[in-house]
């Protein structure tokens, strides 16, 4: 059983890179800096000082209102530091402390970042896909030659498959079928998931968007879609159960 201080201290650090990962949010699609200037209100342009600035607890006291002039302050911001606290609580819970434990965390605030960004902006900012990549090669290490090779291939498979399948749409609908941050980003998600995650995460996310993206547009005007969103769910998923469902298939298979 996991020491509750580590957990506390895991919840804890989650809610300071929570806290980070909405400045990401904000600003890498307009390609500003993460670390200068400080936050300020986007309406009267207010610095936002330290104790303004502790998450959840300050949008909390301030009523989700900037100090200054009353602007409302988006949910989002609490939502997303109570997410990564969360999935880092999760991934100590789940793996102790341990490489896996440390790429759960690294995955999922990663991931999280992808579909909170695609979602608003439609656009998946190099910072979260090559930088994830380089994180995922590193971390394999930790399982030697042979954990290395299985995050390489995992990420060549997630590149090709997705570039193969931008090509082939681009050539029968003449007009860019699938996103370059899309492709960017399956060659993250193979370096912690292996080639047959990539496959398994590519199903999922099809999946989940046929059953959630398309409901919710049935009858209104065409609109992009965020694929970025589906894939994260998916790789999430595949991540933490992706042995258990691949396993489950092929002894299906096999009994039939």
Not at 37 to 53: A, E, F, L, Q
Request: aromatic share 12%; proline share 4%.
């Amino acid at each position: 059983m996991t020491d509750p201080f580590v957990l506390i201290t895991a919840g804890a650090l989650g809610l300071i890179l929570g806290s980070f990962l909405n400045v990401c949010i904000v600003r890498l699609p307009e390609e500003e800096s993460v670390l200068t200037p400080r936050s300020k209100c986007p309406r009267c342009g207010r610095m936002v000082v330290w104790y303004d600035n502790i998450p959840v607890l300050s949008w909390l006291v301030l009523r989700a209102q900037c100090r200054g002039c009353g602007t409302r302050i988006s949910v989002q911001y609490p939502a997303v530091e109570l997410a990564v606290s969360a999935m880092f609580v999760a991934a100590v819970w789940r793996y102790g402390l341990s490489v896996t434990a440390l790429s759960a965390a690294i995955f999922g605030f990663t991931l999280l970042g992808i579909a909170v960004t695609d979602a608003r902006h439609f656009l998946i900012p190099d910072e979260y896909t090559w930088g994830g990549l380089g994180l995922g090669l590193v971390l394999s290490l930790a399982g030697g030659l042979s954990g290395f090779t299985m995050a390489l291939v995992g990420a060549g498979t997630g590149f090709g498959l997705l570039y193969l399948v931008a090509w082939a749409g681009e050539k029968a609908f003449k007009q860019e079928a699938m996103g370059g941050g899309d492709i960017k980003m399956m060659a993250m998600v193979g370096s912690f998931v292996g080639w047959t995650g990539v496959l398994l995460t590519l199903f999922g996310g099809a999946l989940l968007g046929v059953l959630i993206f398309i409901p919710l547009t049935l009858g209104k005007e065409k609109r992009l879609v965020p694929f970025g969103v589906f894939l994260a769910g998916a790789a999430a998923i595949t991540f933490v159960y992706g042995p258990a469902i691949i396993d489950w298939y092929i002894r299906t298979l096999v009994a039939a």
